[in-house]
């Protein structure tokens, strides 16, 4: 399964734009890249997921590049309550769907 | 729907008791997972299963063991507590998928266990 290596710890202002960067450089063909959001004292919330190439939600995007050995999740106009710690991870299918969190990058909003 | 709930809250153990981390999800999901997450860390798999009766290892399995005798329950069972089995500990579920589809993880809320 791959590893993935992101930033520790990122500062922001409310109605920024954040952009959070992640390397997966040994990720395989049948990978997808999966951000997850987590609260403290909370469980994991999934935000978004791809393969290649751009995916949009209501919430979020996500920046695949072609080589797909990094991923880039972009976070419009973040508030106060962004604040939260962000995990990217490659989701590996197998026989199972399985995920292998990485340590995660702390987002800070500001006021 | 509830969702994946997890009970209990909150326990504190002594070193060498044992103790049952109860699971259930009512979205009839197929796949179940146990995590640990220590203090400043990242979730690491226990145990996972991708249906009534077949379970299988994950990263971290040693002094956990699992079962699953239905599709909504997938209870952790710790033997002989360790302070090294301090954590919070998260259950979570997807439902059914194939090659090149993707199902989010739905989680629980957690279990924050103490073995003093």
């Known amino acids: 399964l791959a590893k993935t290596t992101q930033p520790i710890s990122m500062d922001s202002y409310e109605g920024q734009e954040v952009n959070i960067t992640c390397s997966h450089n040994?990720?395989?063909?049948?990978?997808?890249i999966t951000w997850y959001q987590q609260f403290p004292s909370q469980g994991p919330r999934f935000i978004i997921q791809?393969?290649?190439t751009k995916v949009t939600n209501e919430v979020a995007s996500l920046f695949i590049p072609a080589d797909r050995k990094s991923s880039t999740l972009s976070l419009p106009r973040v508030s106060l309550s962004d604040t939260a710690v962000y995990y990217c991870l490659v989701a590996s299918w197998d026989s199972s769907y399985k995920l292998i969190f990485g340590s995660g990058t702390r987002l800070l909003v500001r006021p | 729907n509830a969702g994946v709930t997890q009970t209990p809250k909150f326990r504190i153990l002594k070193i060498g008791q044992s103790m049952t981390l109860q699971c259930t999800q009512d979205m009839n999901h197929n796949y179940m997972y146990w995590y640990r997450q220590d203090p400043g860390m990242g979730l690491k798999l226990i145990y996972y299963s991708v249906g009534a009766g077949i379970t299988d290892k994950g990263e971290v399995p040693n002094g956990y063991n699992v079962s699953r005798s239905t599709t909504e329950d997938f209870p952790l069972r710790l033997e002989l507590a360790a302070p090294s089995q301090t954590s919070v500990y998260f259950c979570a579920s997807t439902g059914l998928a194939g090659v090149n589809l993707y199902n989010e993880q739905f989680f629980g809320p957690g279990t924050r266990l103490t073995v003093l």
């Open positions: 791809g393969y290649k």
């Open positions: 040994n990720i395989a063909t049948n990978d997808y």
